[in-house]
C-alpha cells in the first residue's frame, strides 16, 4: 500500500474577472470540456507559476479565474509517450509508447520509437469513452501517436499536423484525413480550426475538444516577428539558465546562444498565449462558456538551459527527471463551477487525467488497468469525502529511468546497471544539485521510495 496523506480542500471566493453571456438554450446534461494541450511546455515557464520574463497574461488570467494545481507532473518527459498516457490513462509499459514516434530513431544512445505497438490501436481513449457517452469529440493539432492523419478513437472532427510537420508558417495540414497544404502561421491556423469546430457546436450536446499546439517546440524561427521584437532586449537574468553541462545531449547545440534561443522560445510561448483569448470569445458567443471546462496542460517540461541543458528527458545522457522537465502546468477553469484564484498543492499526474475527466462528464472510467485517480474534487473545491486520501506519492517511467517522488524527497533510478541513482532532498535542494543517494543518512527515505516504486511497477505492468 502506498503512503498517502490527508487532503484539505481549499477554494478562494473572489469575483469572476469577465462578464459571460447567458445560456442560449437548453443546457446539456453533461458538461463540454475544451483540453488545451502545449507542446515542451514547463510549468516554470509561466507567469502564473512564477515566471518573471516570459510573457504570458492570457494563460495568467485563465489561471485567476480558475484552479491551478501547483505540483502537475508527467510520467515520461518526453512527448508521444507523455500524449499516450494523458490519453489513455496508462503507462507506457501498458500502452507500449516509451519515446517519441520518429521514422529514424537513433539507437546510441536510445532516442526515438519508429511506430507505436499494433496493440496501441485497440487503447481506450479518453475521446473512445466520452464518445460512447454521446459526446460530440474534435481533435485539432498535433497528434504525435501514430496515424496522424486520422486519429480515429471517437472524433468526428481532425485537423491534425502530420508526423514529420514541424514548419510554422506554411505548413501542411490534414482535415478529417485530407491533406491540405495551407498558407499563414501554423498557431493562429491551428485556432481557425478550433473555432470551425466550436462554431458547429451548441447547447443540445456536449462536446469534447482538443487543441494542441505545436508551440514552443522548435524550431524558433517562423513566428510573426512582433513575438521577436517583444523579447530583443530581455536577458533572461532570473531564470536560471547555466553553462553547458559535460552530459548534454539533446539540443545541446543550441546551448551555444542561450540567451538568443531563450529569446525565441520565449516568442513562441507567447504566440502561443495570444490563441487563448480567441477560444474564450467563441464559447461566450455561441452561449456555450458556462457550461464549458476548460483544462490547460502541456505533454512534457522542459530545460531552457537549467542544469546546463536545453530539452526535456533526452537533454542528457543518462535520460534525466530533473523538476523541469516533469512539471508541467495544470489549470481547470469552469465558471462557478471551478473556484477562482484557487492552488491545489496535491501531487497529481498525468495518469490521473482520464478518471477525472470522466467524472466531470459523469461517465465510467475505461475497465483497463488505470493507476490514477479522480481530482474532480479537488479542482471544483469540494475536497475529498470524510476517510478519503490522495496518494502521497507520483511516479515516472521513461525507458530504463523510474522515479518516485513524495513532497519532499524524489528518487531516481536506472535499471540498467549503469546509474547514477539519485535521490534530492527537495526541502533544502529544490534545485536537485546535491545527490543523498549514497548518503547513508537517507537510507530510510531510499529504501522506502524504492518499496513504493516496486510495488507501482508490479500492479500496473500490464
Known amino acids: 500500500m502506498l503512503t498517502r496523506r490527508s487532503l484539505l480542500s481549499s477554494a478562494a471566493a473572489a469575483p469572476l474577472l469577465a462578464q459571460r453571456n447567458r445560456r442560449k438554450g437548453p443546457e446539456p446534461t453533461r458538461p463540454n470540456i475544451v483540453l488545451v494541450l502545449a507542446d515542451d511546455l514547463a510549468a516554470w515557464m509561466l507567469g502564473c507559476y512564477g515566471n518573471k520574463e516570459i510573457r504570458t497574461p492570457n494563460i495568467d488570467l485563465l489561471a485567476r479565474a480558475g484552479t491551478r494545481f501547483a505540483n502537475n507532473f508527467v510520467v515520461t518527459p518526453i512527448c508521444s509517450a507523455s500524449r499516450a498516457t494523458l490519453f489513455t490513462g496508462r503507462l507506457p509499459r501498458q500502452h507500449g509508447i516509451h519515446d517519441f514516434l520518429s521514422p529514424n530513431p537513433i539507437e546510441d544512445p536510445p532516442q526515438g520509437q519508429k511506430e507505436p505497438p499494433a496493440s496501441f490501436a485497440s487503447e481506450t481513449m479518453i475521446s473512445d469513452t466520452l464518445a460512447g457517452a454521446g459526446y ?109 553541462a559535460p552530459n548534454a545531449l539533446r539540443e545541446k547545440e543550441l546551448l551555444k546562444d542561450t540567451v538568443g534561443n531563450l529569446r525565441k522560445c520565449a516568442a513562441s510561448t507567447t ?99 488505470l493507476c490514477g485517480f479522480s481530482y474532480w474534487p479537488l479542482a471544483s473545491g469540494r475536497g475529498l469525502k470524510k476517510g478519503d486520501f490522495w496518494p502521497a506519492t507520483v511516479f515516472g517511467h521513461f525507458r530504463n529511468t523510474e522515479m518516485a517522488r513524495d513532497q519532499y524527497y524524489k528518487l531516481v533510478l536506472r535499471n540498467d546497471g549503469k546509474g547514477p541513482n539519485e535521490l534530492f532532498d527537495l526541502r533544502t535542494d529544490p534545485g536537485e544539485k546535491a545527490n543523498q543517494y549514497p548518503n547513508p543518512q537517507f537510507l530510510d527515505v531510499r529504501n522506502r521510495l524504492t518499496k513504493e516504486l516496486a510495488e507501482w511497477r508490479k500492479e500496473h505492468s500490464s
Open 136 to 244: 460530440d469529440c474534435g481533435y485539432v493539432g498535433k497528434w504525435h501517436m501514430g496515424n496522424d492523419a486520422k486519429p480515429g478513437h471517437g472524433y468526428s472532427y481532425t485537423y491534425t499536423m502530420g508526423g514529420g510537420s514541424s514548419v510554422y508558417q506554411d505548413p501542411t495540414l490534414y482535415l478529417n484525413g485530407e491533406s491540405r497544404k495551407e498558407k499563414g502561421y501554423l498557431t493562429e491556423l491551428l485556432t481557425q480550426g478550433a473555432l470551425s469546430y466550436l462554431d458547429k457546436q451548441s447547447a443540445a450536446k456536449p462536446f469534447f475538444l482538443t487543441v494542441s499546439h505545436f508551440n514552443p517546440h522548435t524550431p524558433y524561427s517562423g513566428h510573426p516577428q512582433r513575438y521577436y521584437d517583444m523579447y530583443a532586449s530581455t536577458n533572461f537574468e532570473t531564470v536560471g539558465w547555466e553553462p553547458p
Open 271 to 369: 504566440a502561443l498565449d495570444d490563441q487563448i483569448p480567441a477560444l474564450l470569445k467563441k464559447l461566450n458567443e455561441k452561449g456555450l462558456r458556462d457550461n464549458t471546462l476548460i483544462v490547460f496542460t502541456g505533454d512534457n517540461g522542459f530545460l531552457l538551459g537549467r542544469h546546463g541543458l536545453w530539452s526535456k528527458g533526452l537533454a542528457s545522457d543518462p535520460i534525466n527527471m530533473y523538476e523541469e522537465v516533469m512539471k508541467v502546468p495544470m489549470i481547470w477553469n469552469w465558471p462557478g463551477k471551478v473556484p477562482v484564484e484557487a492552488v491545489r498543492p496535491e501531487l497529481v499526474s498525468f495518469y490521473d487525467m482520464v478518471p477525472s475527466l470522466c467524472e466531470v462528464a459523469g461517465v465510467e472510467k475505461p475497465a483497463k488497468n
